[in-house]
């Protein structure tokens, strides 16, 4: 799932600030071939800031038989810093729901939530072009991990007059899966990573074009390495 930048990409400075963007992706994946659109808020102020994403795929009765909207996930998260410092307290929520549809009857399904406690530092350029930010939370996953941890890092990078910006994130996090759809029963993991480089062409401050490479390890059900290109636009609001 998405993560943008604009949530670090000012995180050290000290006047008001917000955006919002628009996306919409054409998953290339092998098993995918669908499209995910992304909302994402960003606002700061005095005591820190506020992040928010929510992601929709919709599917043309592929896969999971369903025409349409077939999951949502959201994510929120919020920056809290009483002092002059790149350090920052975080604290975060996550969770989404899909459905599948066999013959004429549906069936939903959770993601489990999850809550993620922490901090989170920044490093950045004086002129803001180049942005790197570490995440350390502990996380507790519902109905799977109780006591569990993620590890994030996030960079935006501006070249070329802000023409060009590469962006993007890692995660690194504890959950226990027993399940797999490419995997004999009984294969068990303990560890998920997933990282989303995002490669944009700025054709005006509101108008981008470009996309991402999802790749990961023992992610959405999916045993082992998976890879998820993307094409993409994006409207900055």
């Known amino acids: ?89 975080h604290v975060e929520y996550n969770g989404g729901f899909g459905q599948n549809k066999v013959q004429n009857s549906y069936s939903g399904y959770p993601i489990n939530d999850a809550w993620l406690f922490g901090g989170n530092y920044t490093w950045n350029t004086k002129d803001y072009s180049k942005i790197f930010t570490l995440q350390g939370m502990y996380k507790n996953i519902r109905g799977k991990n109780d006591m569990s941890f993620q590890l994030t890092g996030v960079w935006n990078l501006q070249f070329f007059k802000n023409k060009i910006t590469l962006s993007g994130f890692a995660d690194f996090w504890r959950e226990d899966n ?32 470009g996309g991402e490479i999802e790749m990961s390890s023992n992610f959405a059900l999916n045993h082992g390495f998976m890879c998820n290109p993307t094409v993409a636009v994006k409207w900055n609001l």
Do not use: C
Request: glycine fraction near 6%; hydrophobic fraction near 40%; avoid cysteine.
């Open 178 to 209: 027993t399940f797999f759809l490419n995997a004999p029963l009984g294969t068990t993991t303990n560890y998920v990573f997933l990282t989303e480089p995002q490669f944009w062409y700025n054709v005006n401050k509101q108008f981008s074009i």
């Open 1 to 89: 799932m998405k993560k943008l930048l604009i949530l670090f990409l000012f995180v050290a400075a000290s006047t008001a600030l917000s955006a919002q963007n628009v996306q919409l992706h054409y998953d290339m994946g092998k098993t995918r071939k669908y499209l995910t659109s992304t909302v994402e808020s960003f606002k700061t102020d005095k005591y820190g800031s506020t992040f928010y994403f929510i992601d929709i795929d919709y599917g043309k009765a592929g896969d999971k038989g369903v025409e349409g909207p077939q999951l949502a996930y959201f994510e929120i998260a919020r920056g809290i810093k009483f002092w002059n410092s790149p350090f920052e307290l």
